[in-house]
């Protein structure tokens, strides 16, 4: 005779365990979501750059001599035109004196012989004349040249700027060519970046730039490019570019002065975003849960760069109004049952049959 209640106990095991795998199995998975979104971006990149003078030059005398005066201090703001220092020049002024003495000398010759010629017209031969005309006119080189040798003991400002600080004062013997000082402009300056050759293409005149300092963590200088090479750099692989920035304050200090540069290429672009936590890792493959009904669909997703605000922007594979998982993304597979938290409208039909 069959004993049948072992059977029976092995009947109710089973039951009960393809019962608890059926549960498992339909177990709902609860996530948050969020709605794919559009924000128009600016087509930007960023480059950390250098800041140099729009203008700059050594100042120095064509001539040594003896420094007279300086008319500046150390770091001082001049004009262009402004008179900065100047030579010992006795010798030098005296032979002006005298050049400009022969030259009225020589005037005053020729306009008594022009005067007696008129009332006389035979008191004089052509040729007589005609020297006299010539050493007008070499007198008057020598004045130009003597004036000329005059400014050699001068620095004049070439342009508007500020000033170093003085390598040599006042009373000490300096040599021509060397530097008494050096000038900068500082409203604009200039800074210099290179860019990836791939937007060579896109980067052009008068594009908006924005700069930032550490020294001025705070501030934004506004500027323009006004530079961008016609050629990749052999030895970098990249392409130069200057922007003119504006420096009213005269804070920023060229030359060396580092800069992080934003440089936009293009103006009022649109882009897909999503949460950066929605987007899941995969050795170098990225994708998204979408929400379909209740079923989640695993869809691969090509980024672009981040917000800087909690969104990443997405090249490829989404659309608009799609709703990405958020949370609770971690035990999902392609079979899980999910509740949206988000949206307890959805949960309705189920507690309608119940």
């Given at each position: 005779?069959?004993?049948?209640?072992?059977?029976?106990?092995?009947?109710?095991?089973?039951?009960?365990?393809?019962?608890?795998?059926?549960f498992a199995?339909?177990?709902?998975?609860?996530?948050?979501?969020?709605?794919?979104?559009?924000?128009?971006?600016d087509?930007?990149?960023?480059?950390?750059?250098?800041?140099?003078?729009?203008d700059?030059?050594?100042?120095?005398?064509?001539t040594?001599?003896?420094?007279?005066?300086?008319?500046?201090?150390?770091?001082?703001?001049?004009?262009?035109?402004?008179?900065?220092?100047?030579l010992?020049?006795?010798?030098?002024?005296?032979?002006?004196?005298?050049?400009?003495?022969?030259?009225?000398l020589?005037?005053?010759?020729?306009?008594?012989?022009?005067?007696?010629?008129?009332?006389?017209p035979?008191?004089?031969?052509?040729?007589?004349v005609?020297?006299l005309k010539?050493q007008?006119?070499?007198?008057?080189?020598?004045?130009?040249?003597?004036?000329?040798?005059?400014?050699?003991y001068?620095?004049?400002?070439?342009?508007?700027?500020?000033?170093?600080?003085?390598?040599?004062?006042v009373?000490?013997?300096?040599?021509?060519?060397?530097?008494?000082?050096?000038?900068?402009?500082?409203?604009?300056?200039?800074?210099?970046y290179?860019?990836?050759?791939?937007?060579?293409?896109?980067?052009?005149?008068e594009?908006?730039?924005?700069?930032?300092?550490?020294?001025?963590?705070?501030?934004?200088?506004?500027?323009?490019?006004?530079?961008?090479?016609?050629?990749?750099?052999?030895?970098?692989?990249?392409?130069e570019?200057?922007?003119?920035?504006?420096?009213p304050?005269?804070?920023?200090?060229?030359?060396?002065?580092?800069?992080?540069?934003?440089?936009?290429l293009?103006?009022?672009?649109?882009?897909l975003?999503?949460?950066?936590?929605?987007?899941?890792?995969?050795?170098?493959?990225r994708?998204?849960?979408v929400?379909?009904?209740?079923?989640?669909?695993?869809?691969?997703?090509?980024?672009?760069?981040?917000?800087?605000?909690?969104?990443?922007?997405?090249?490829?594979?989404?659309?608009?109004?799609?709703?990405?998982v958020?949370?609770g993304?971690?035990k999902?597979?392609a079979?899980?049952?999910?509740?949206?938290l988000?949206?307890?409208?959805?949960?309705?039909p189920?507690?309608?049959?119940?």
């Amino acid at each position: 005779m069959i004993n049948k209640r072992p059977l029976k106990k092995m009947l109710a095991s089973l039951l009960l365990c393809t019962s608890a795998f059926s549960f498992a199995e339909t177990a709902v998975i609860p996530v948050t979501t969020e709605a794919v979104k559009s924000r128009t971006f600016d087509l930007q990149i960023e480059e950390a750059g250098k800041i140099t003078a729009t203008d700059s030059a050594n100042l120095t005398f064509s001539t040594g001599e003896k420094i007279k005066a300086i008319y500046f201090n150390d770091g001082d703001a001049v004009k262009k035109g402004n008179l900065i220092a100047e030579l010992d020049s006795t010798k030098a002024k005296a032979d002006f004196d005298k050049a400009k003495s022969s030259l009225n000398l020589a005037k005053t010759k020729l306009l008594r012989t022009q005067n007696l010629l008129r009332k006389q017209p035979d008191a004089l031969s052509p040729q007589d004349v005609d020297e006299l005309k010539e050493q007008v006119n070499l007198a008057a080189a020598d004045f130009r040249q003597k004036q000329a040798v005059l400014l050699d003991y001068q620095i004049i400002a070439p342009f508007d700027g500020r000033l170093t600080t003085f390598n040599h004062s006042v009373g000490s013997h300096i040599d021509a060519s060397s530097a008494l000082v050096s000038l900068y402009r500082l409203d604009p300056v200039k800074v210099s970046y290179t860019i990836s050759q791939d937007d060579l293409g896109k980067a052009a005149k008068e594009q908006a730039v924005q700069i930032t300092v550490d020294a001025f963590a705070n501030q934004t200088f506004k500027g323009e490019v006004n530079y961008v090479a016609p050629a990749v750099d052999e030895s970098s692989g990249r392409v130069e570019v200057h922007a003119r920035i504006a420096n009213p304050d005269q804070i920023l200090a060229p030359p060396g002065m580092f800069a992080n540069v934003k440089h936009r290429l293009a103006k009022g672009k649109k882009q897909l975003l999503v949460p950066q936590n929605a987007v899941v890792a995969n050795n170098d493959e990225r994708y998204v849960w979408v929400l379909n009904a209740d079923k989640p669909v695993k869809q691969i997703i090509q980024l672009g760069s981040n917000t800087n605000d909690g969104y990443v922007v997405v090249r490829k594979g989404l659309q608009k109004g799609q709703h990405v998982v958020t949370t609770g993304q971690q035990k999902l597979t392609a079979d899980s049952t999910i509740k949206d938290l988000n949206n307890p409208v959805a949960e309705k039909p189920a507690a309608e049959e119940s």
